[in-house]
């Protein structure tokens, strides 16, 4: 198994339900377990700014999938929650981004590791620094990072209140 970082954004429809919904989706199958998620967080958007908040979040999971192979089950559930992607950093149903997989460095047209902005993004390292703090990136820990970056714009709305199937109540 190999461990991998998530984060995942919604700002159409019931954004709640979409990131349960693709957190339930991405540990239905054998290959993947959701072992960690973070709580929710609420922010504005970036690069097209004409459009609604996002709710963001982390999660961590560990998959018997190649990074390419977790790559298509994020596409294919974003798909199915009724992604659209019409236009760069516009508005969508819900947004799976890859951040990190295993000590793994990746660089091809499809698909970079670590994410090549996360650094860049509080939305992103707060989340991940919730629950994963002491996890390396080039230049500190994440929580480093996040505490470098603010948390000016991030407001934590709590927990999503999603646990897996047979998991004890939180």
């Given at each position: ?12 429809g ?28 609420e ?38 929650l ?60 994440v ?28």
């Open positions: 198994m190999n461990t991998a970082y998530l984060g995942l954004g919604s700002n159409l019931d954004r709640r339900r979409h990131l349960t919904e693709a957190i339930r989706q991405l540990n239905a199958g054998p290959d993947t377990r959701v072992t960690a998620v973070s709580s929710v967080y922010t504005a958007p970036v690069g097209v700014t004409a459009q609604p908040d996002f709710l963001n979040l982390a999660v961590r999971v560990d998959t018997r999938h190649p990074a390419r192979e977790l790559l298509d089950q994020c596409l294919h559930i974003e798909a199915g009724g992604r659209v992607r019409s236009e760069r950093w516009g508005p969508r149903t819900i947004d799976i981004d890859l951040l990190l997989y295993a000590d793994a460095c990746i660089r091809d047209a499809r698909l970079q590791v670590p994410h090549p902005r996360m650094q860049e993004r509080s939305f992103v390292l707060i989340p991940l620094a919730e629950i994963a703090p002491e996890l390396r990136l080039a230049g500190g820990t929580a480093e990072w996040a505490a470098r970056l603010g948390a000016a714009g991030v407001r934590r709305l709590g927990p999503l209140e999603w646990r897996a199937p047979g998991a004890p109540p939180p």
